[in-house]
């Protein structure tokens, strides 16, 4: 049973399009991550959701909007794609009944390769 | 400002030589945890630190927490060719707002 999961595993489109990347975790964790990957590996979180309530918003285009329906499901929406945003897009969930802080393990998911052309 | 800077970005050893990966904070943390992601992989939780002077060890890993809280180091003694990947830290401030540090690569030849 996979505990975190995410669709699709490789994404490849057009500059200026809109697509959206979705992850499930069947954990019962209070709170999802989206974390970006560049080329050279850094690891950039985006946005935190504790209980579908926004608690982490880094830094990041308006164009990535995050939707939580349920404390289970944290989905990605990126608007107007361009090419810097090709990278690995990893979510992320971690129990944390406080806050979404970061206190306790976080459990990945396979990561979403996106490929802006 | 809050963020950890990891050192080196790149070791390549040769098995059976030992790695040691570094993180540095300017302001005391909260906790400190460490990822590996395997090449091609999503990164992995391996352990979390919380105590001043900590030491923790798994197996062949050996992980400290400095007195001060604020820095911390991954050793593994005698690596092997499945210790090849990317170290994270993470490191946690006020228990409210965290950061990954760049990552160590590590290259184990046989």
């Known amino acids: 049973d996979t505990a975190v999961s995410q669709t699709p595993k490789y994404l490849v489109t057009q500059m200026g399009n809109d697509k959206s990347i979705k992850c499930e975790q069947n954990l019962g964790h209070d709170t999802m991550y989206w974390y970006k990957q560049d080329s050279k590996k850094f690891l950039k979180i985006m946005f935190s959701?504790?209980?579908?309530?926004?608690?982490i918003n880094e830094t990041v285009p308006n164009r990535f909007s995050p939707k939580s329906p349920d404390k289970a499901h944290l989905n990605l929406h990126i608007n107007s794609l361009e090419l810097g945003d090709s990278a690995v897009y990893f979510c992320?969930?971690?129990?944390?009944?406080?806050?979404?802080?970061?206190?306790?393990?976080?459990?990945f998911g396979p990561g979403t390769r996106l490929t802006v052309l | 400002g809050q963020q950890v800077m990891q050192i080196p970005q790149y070791q390549h050893v040769q098995e059976g030589e030992d790695f040691t990966t570094y993180c540095n904070s300017s302001t005391t943390l909260s906790n400190i945890q460490w990822y590996k992601q395997r090449p091609g992989g999503h990164p992995v939780f391996l352990i979390q630190?919380?105590?001043?002077?900590e030491v923790k060890k798994q197996k062949r890993l050996t992980f400290q927490f400095g007195e001060a809280k604020k820095n911390s180091s991954l050793h593994i003694t005698a690596t092997q060719t499945t210790d090849v990947g990317t170290y994270f830290c993470?490191?946690?401030?006020?228990?409210?707002?965290?950061?990954f540090g760049s990552g160590t690569k590590l290259n184990v030849k046989p």
């Open positions: 992320a969930s971690s129990q944390d009944g406080i806050r979404g802080a970061g206190t306790d393990t976080q459990y």
């Open positions: 993470a490191g946690l401030y006020n228990f409210n707002k965290f950061y």
């Open positions: 630190l919380v105590k001043s002077g």
């Open positions: 959701y504790n209980n579908k309530e926004l608690i």
